[in-house]
């Protein structure tokens, strides 16, 4: 099912010539910016005679900058033209701004209608929208494209866990919409309660990492088929990048953003199974323009051709280059740790990891909750599954860690974006 086939499935060689259009477009709105405008011109750029390969004489665009044009320093129309404003989570520092002319809504509800329809969403679902709705781009960003193609749609944002379940039974709830963290939550409170979730089909997760390991757990304590559904504030919000039904890699939306991975360390491009940060340029976005943007996120361009008729694909999102985690020498993505721990049994699917220095050398502990069916009311005799945990980490990992067992129920859960790690590190040398 498609919601616009001819963009969706756009060959090759059109799709060049419509994202070189779009990007003079998108150069030319930029020039609006001063930040741009300054920018454009000391590399000679402009948007009348642009070609592809004047692409790689742009500089990136990061976060930090956003962070100084803040509040509307990258604004590209008058604020009159502006009809809504999000901000994003803040996970790595200050949020910054992000703007909406009515024409960039309407883009943004039609790219999320591609996504609910891609996998087989329409007017006979009844939506929840379990995400935050504010200035967080998560929830109001579904909603419209959850309304434009039919659905019923929900307003459930988040909190609240138990009513969320009987909203699920007694509204009759096939499709649900989440952070993994919030989904793996509200599993644990329907399984207290009893309820069986039956009208429930479809899972979609997103707005931060998670493993398969973590979708298997969803789809079998939900009763649900579970999609990936990747996007950033800077990017509209949610939308830009999904899973289609083979769930082998996230679609995007090429005529909507031009994308790169490149090797953090140097700039430099990498091709399809090379894995990198992704840098997008926007190219429909009118109140704000990017040229560039690198978004801290590691993936994947994969080799293109999928069943389903649509564009080229990424790998699921490993994380963030600022999540990786340096210990000892060793890189690892709490989203490894989380994958890990979901694969056996005697553990639950809550953790926290402590990252210490100790006499100069990095220590990471994680503590971890026990599984329900291991935990017998006391914490003995469980120096066993102690060194089972630690061992599987070492081998899988190469890391060394401290490995604490807690009771189930102890560690805190999240209702939006999980903050599991905790870095001890600093001002401590
Ligand atoms: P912030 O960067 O402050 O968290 P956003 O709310 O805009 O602001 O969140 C976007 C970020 O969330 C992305 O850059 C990415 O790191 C993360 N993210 C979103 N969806 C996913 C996903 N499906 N998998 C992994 N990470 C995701
Ligand atoms: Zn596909």
Known sequence: MYWNRTMETLPPDELEVLQKKRLKWTIKQAENVP???KRLSEAGISADNFTLEDMARIPFTTKKELREGYPFGFFAVPMRKVVRIHTTSGTTGKPTVVGYTQKDIENWAELIARDLTMIGLGEDDVFQNALGYGLFTGGLGFHYGAELIGMTVLP???GNTRRQIEMIEDFGVTAINSTPSYAMHLAEVAEDMGAGLETLRVGIFGAEPWSDNM???LESRLGITAYDSYGMSEMYGPGASFECRERSGLHFWHDAYYLEIIDPETGEGLGPGERGELVV??????????LRFRTGDITMLLEDGCPCGRGQKISRILGRSDDMLVIRGVNVFPSQIEHVLLALPEVGEQFMVYIDRVKHLDEMTIDVELHREYFSGELKDLAKVQKKVSDILRETLGL???VNLVEPGTLPRFEGKAKRVVDRRTGVW
């Open 281 to 290: 340029t926007p190219l429909i976005k009118e109140a704000m323009p990017l």
């Open 215 to 217: 979708r298997r757990e």
């Open 400 to 402: 060394r860690t401290r």
């Open 35 to 37: 930040f741009y405008q």
């Open 156 to 158: 459930s944002a988040t």
